[in-house]
């Protein structure tokens, strides 16, 4: 069954879901969600609001999709006890270094698309590690969807509708280094919706904006890839949001499933929110099509333009009225120019005469940006359950009341009827009592039998109601619970690979590029390091490294590949060829992500944790089995939980699966002109971007200042590591040796990032 999977930030937003007809629901407490912005429920009423949900049939997964801090591991486990108390469907999971709170339970895990697996090695970690569920990233191919779908027992959930970020799955650290609200941390300030200038062109646009995805036109394709449940993005959208996308995605799923024929509302989708006028994403487009840079917010459904405008009134040539309340935006050549509120609109001929509506250039383009006929029909909606009720009253017998859903049957009892020719009970009487049902989620067809002159007190009919109400919903939910998805986590490993690799001094990771020049010159260090090498570098140059390995292998300690953050597709497939056909060339593997998690177990290769995976408690590395780690960069120096931290270097903040070159210059990829790093900018300075290729590109997008903390480094613990890569041979070998000595003096315009702030 293709699932049709709900936004929730708040309650009204939950009814207009189950109303539209959403098969399940995901919503956020006020802690530990990454929509820590929106309304939200909470400890106190989740309880209620899961019930309400199960007699409906609808199920609940509930968003721990934070990284949890070492100091939070107490009040996130009261969390989770919570939450599953409540009786939710699964936990939607993002920090790994919690499975040992969540395991406790019988309550499925789903794997958060911020751990970002995007193939089949990383959803084969989350199988082993328990999970039913992999929530795939945005950027996931098809092939590693059908890989995912033959190879594994995991469900698959596959986002469908509205925001994309731009950075691969979320995983950036922009809004947290602007201003300390981590989006890793639900509280990302959405900083890749401004305005920025590239080496390409000074001119300002939106150039790290995508447009809002829709894919109802591919839900057939999908479920023949395998897909299992279709997520529309929007916690913090408006009920109206809610409701329309899920009704539109109801119709399309139930064409697919059952053979109907509905049709779908497409310009409902759009004036319910549309940023760009929608891609279809990754999978179908190509990078122009996908990114937005002249708005970066809703643009609604062009309706029609001005024709005239005189005095602030304004003639409009309209495919659709425009109704009081509606809102509009002006928008010329792509670009807003304006916007207003209808409050007044008068019909002229063919055309319509809005006073007060400002003086704008005649052939701008009006969109209808808020729907007031839309939203006022989510305002107000509060779903029911129909159900049937038989009254029974018979001389010298009990009363009865009997209630119906489906197949679930339940009946109470009364006490038995008095005689009374004066006020004897009747239809409407008993109706008056029974059918007030208005603080329940039913409404009733309410059949009656009752013999003549017989008094019946409202009182007594009042309890009859309300105990055959509750007795009926105890028996909805009790069935629901019976049905419910358990596992069991006895049978699973508590670790995925098991290294145990003790460090017991202090430890220094090198990260460079490798020629003949840089190698000779670490003969001149004094200590052991490790060297880790780019995957691409290491492939290209990996025959320098070994003809000098003799010279140098009094100075590196071990050597380790560092590979890409993404590998879809053929990338996986050339990556994991090369390690198999060259083991002997390296002694570990550096992973930003699961699948190199997986690749580090297949091939019995020390393991190390990079800054892709965020690891933010202690208990990360013993769940995945690091033998080393970086500490998440947004921890502060107080928070760091052993591992290594992240000491110098340039540092990568985001990663981007769009091709920038492409927006900037308007070529393809027949005709790139990429030349190597190009950069952004904003106000706060430049943005470098740099490319990596395997068989697709991927671009790394990094801060303006390096990481440097030596002027600290007397308060940092002695692992550290080291991104040289882009140093000079002298500066390497100076970096070094002050970090091997513990002194030295930051350079200008280097940051410390979050080791004296952290993240909220």
Not at 3 to 19: T, Y
Not at 166 to 172: L, P
Not at 238 to 264: S, W
Not at 676 to 687: A, H, P
Request: proline share 2%.
């Amino acid at each position: 069954m293709l699932e049709v999977l709900a936004p929730v930030g708040n309650i009204q937003a939950l009814k207009v879901a189950i109303n539209s007809g959403a098969d399940a629901v995901y919503l956020g407490l006020d802690l530990f969600n990454a929509r820590i912005k929106a309304d939200n429920f909470n400890k106190d009423n989740i309880a209620h609001w899961v019930n309400y949900c199960h007699l409906f049939g609808v199920k609940v997964y509930l968003t721990f999709n934070t990284n949890i801090k070492q100091s939070e591991r107490e009040i996130f486990g009261q969390y989770v006890d919570i939450a599953a108390k409540a009786g939710v469907d699964a936990f939607i999971v993002t920090d790994l270094g919690c499975l040992d709170i969540l395991k406790k339970y019988d309550i499925p895990l789903h794997g958060s698309t911020q751990i970002g697996v995007h193939n089949l090695a990383g959803a084969k970690v989350l199988e082993e590690l328990g999970f039913t569920r992999v929530v795939l990233a945005r950027e996931t191919l098809d092939a590693d969807i059908i890989e995912i779908r033959k190879n594994t027992a995991l469900e698959i959930e596959h986002f469908v509708h509205g925001a994309l970020c731009v950075c691969f799955s979320g995983s950036c650290l922009m809004s947290s280094l602007m201003s300390g609200d981590s989006g890793n941390r639900g509280r990302c300030n959405q900083p890749c919706r401004l305005k920025y200038s590239s080496s390409f062109s000074a001119k300002e646009s939106y150039l790290l904006s995508p447009k809002d995805q829709c894919l109802i036109d591919k839900v057939e394709e999908l479920a023949k890839l395998g897909v299992d449940s279709l997520k529309i993005e929007g916690r913090l959208k408006q009920p109206h949001y809610v409701g329309e996308t899920v009704l539109q995605y109801r119709k399309a799923v139930d064409n697919v499933i059952y053979g109907k024929n509905n049709k779908i509302d497409y310009n409902s989708l759009m004036t319910a929110y549309n940023r760009g006028n929608f891609t279809q994403g990754y999978n179908y487009q190509s990078s122009k099509d996908i990114m937005y840079d002249k708005l970066n917010s809703n643009i609604g459904l062009e309706v029609g333009k001005i024709i005239s405008v005189s005095n602030g009134r304004a003639l409009l040539e309209l495919n659709r009225k425009l109704n009081i309340g509606d809102g509009i935006k002006i928008i010329r050549n792509g670009v807003e120019v304006g916007g207003l509120s209808i409050t007044n609109i008068e019909k002229i001929g063919k055309n319509y005469k809005v006073k007060d509506f400002g003086n704008y250039p005649i052939g701008s383009r009006i969109h209808l940006t808020l729907d007031a006929e839309q939203v006022n029909r989510y305002r107000e909606i509060d779903p029911k359950l129909s159900i049937k009720m038989r009254f029974t009253a018979k001389q010298g017998k009990n009363i009865a009341l009997t209630a119906r859903y489906k197949d679930i049957h339940v009946e109470c009892e009364g006490e038995v009827p008095q005689v009374s020719i004066s006020h004897p009970a009747n239809y409407d009487s008993v109706a008056k009592q029974l059918l007030r049902l208005g603080d329940s989620i039913f409404e009733a067809q309410l059949d009656v039998d009752i013999d003549e002159n017989l008094f019946i007190p409202a009182s007594i009919l009042n309890n009859l109601r309300r105990d055959v109400v509750e007795k009926l919903s105890d028996k909805i939910l009790k069935e629901y619970d019976l049905r419910k998805q358990r596992v069991d986590y006895s049978s699973v490993d508590d670790c995925y690979y098991d290294k145990n690799n003790n460090v017991n001094r202090d430890i220094i990771f090198v990260e460079t590029e490798v020629d003949e020049e840089i190698l000779s010159e670490f003969e001149r260090i004094n200590r052991k390091v490790n060297l880790v090498v780019n995957f691409d570098n290491f492939i290209t140059n990996s025959m320098s490294i070994f003809t000098k390995i003799d010279l140098i292998e009094k100075t590196i300690e071990n050597i380790y590949l560092k590979l890409p953050r993404i590998a879809r597709g053929k990338d996986f497939e050339i990556i994991d060829n090369w390690l198999s056909e060259n083991l002997e060339k390296f002694d570990g593997i550096l992973a930003d992500n699961l699948y190199g998690v997986y690749l580090a177990k297949k091939y019995d290769k020390t393991l190390i944790g990079g800054i892709g995976l965020n690891i933010f408690n202690s208990n990360y590395p013993d769940i995945i089995g690091l033998d080393y780690y970086i500490n998440s960069v947004e921890l502060a120096n107080r928070e760091l939980v052993g591992g290594m931290t992240y000491a110098y270097g340039k540092l990568p903040i985001m990663t981007l699966l769009h091709c920038p070159v492409q927006i900037n210059t308007g070529c393809n990829c027949n005709t790139c002109k990429y030349m190597g790093t190009f950069s952004y900018f904003d106000k706060r300075g430049e943005y470098k971007i740099e490319r990596q290729k395997i068989s697709h590109c991927q671009f790394i997008l990094y801060n303006q200042q390096i990481v440097d903390i030596r002027n600290k480094i007397s308060m940092i613990n002695g692992n550290y590591y080291l991104n040289l890569v882009g140093s000079s041979k002298s500066e390497i070998l100076k970096i070094i040796d002050d970090f091997c000595k513990k002194c030295g003096n930051s350079v200008d315009n280097s940051t410390y990032g979050h080791l004296f702030r952290g993240v909220k």
